[in-house]
Protein backbone atom coordinates (compact mmCIF):
# COMPACT_ATOMS: atom_id res chain seq x y z
CA UNK A 1 0.00 0.00 0.00
CA UNK A 2 3.08 2.40 0.81
CA UNK A 3 3.96 2.05 -2.72
CA UNK A 4 0.69 3.13 -4.06
CA UNK A 5 0.45 6.07 -2.19
CA UNK A 6 4.09 7.06 -2.90
CA UNK A 7 3.25 6.99 -6.54
CA UNK A 8 0.22 8.93 -5.99
CA UNK A 9 1.96 11.81 -4.18
CA UNK A 10 4.40 11.25 -7.08
CA UNK A 11 1.98 12.42 -9.60
CA UNK A 12 1.00 14.63 -7.64
CA UNK A 13 -2.10 13.33 -6.62
CA UNK A 14 -3.74 13.56 -2.63
CA UNK A 15 -6.68 11.56 -1.56
CA UNK A 16 -9.58 13.55 -0.58
CA UNK A 17 -11.97 11.83 1.59
CA UNK A 18 -9.93 10.73 5.08
CA UNK A 19 -12.70 9.75 6.99
CA UNK A 20 -14.79 6.70 7.10
CA UNK A 21 -17.38 6.15 4.55
CA UNK A 22 -18.75 2.01 5.33
CA UNK A 23 -19.71 2.15 8.68
CA UNK A 24 -21.26 -0.91 10.59
CA UNK A 25 -22.11 -1.42 14.92
CA UNK A 26 -18.84 -2.75 14.75
CA UNK A 27 -16.79 -1.66 12.22
CA UNK A 28 -15.93 1.69 10.35
CA UNK A 29 -13.87 1.83 6.96
CA UNK A 30 -12.54 4.14 4.55
CA UNK A 31 -13.60 2.66 0.60
CA UNK A 32 -13.85 5.79 -0.94
CA UNK A 33 -10.50 6.14 -2.62
CA UNK A 34 -10.55 9.27 -4.55
CA UNK A 35 -7.49 11.03 -5.70
CA UNK A 36 -7.34 14.37 -7.10
CA UNK A 37 -4.09 16.56 -9.21
CA UNK A 38 -2.85 18.92 -6.96
CA UNK A 39 -2.59 22.15 -8.09
CA UNK A 40 -0.64 24.71 -5.92
CA UNK A 41 -2.29 27.81 -7.60
CA UNK A 42 -5.87 26.08 -6.67
CA UNK A 43 -5.05 24.02 -3.57
CA UNK A 44 -8.45 23.71 -1.96
CA UNK A 45 -10.54 20.60 -2.61
CA UNK A 46 -14.27 20.80 -1.49
CA UNK A 47 -16.12 17.73 -0.29
CA UNK A 48 -18.59 15.89 2.07
CA UNK A 49 -19.63 13.06 3.54
CA UNK A 50 -23.52 12.86 3.83
CA UNK A 51 -24.26 10.95 7.17
CA UNK A 52 -27.61 9.35 6.53
CA UNK A 53 -28.75 5.96 7.85
CA UNK A 54 -30.16 4.37 4.85
CA UNK A 55 -27.09 2.28 3.96
CA UNK A 56 -23.77 1.09 5.46
CA UNK A 57 -22.43 2.95 2.99
CA UNK A 58 -22.32 6.98 3.03
CA UNK A 59 -22.53 8.91 -0.23
CA UNK A 60 -19.63 10.98 -0.88
CA UNK A 61 -19.55 14.28 -2.83
Known amino acids: MAE ?3 NMFASS ?3 T ?3 PT ?7 TLID ?3 VKFNYL ?3 VNYAILVIHISYHLPVF
Open 4 to 6: VLN
Open 13 to 15: LIL
Open 17 to 19: INK
Open 22 to 28: RITHSTS
Open 33 to 35: NIY
Open 42 to 44: HNK
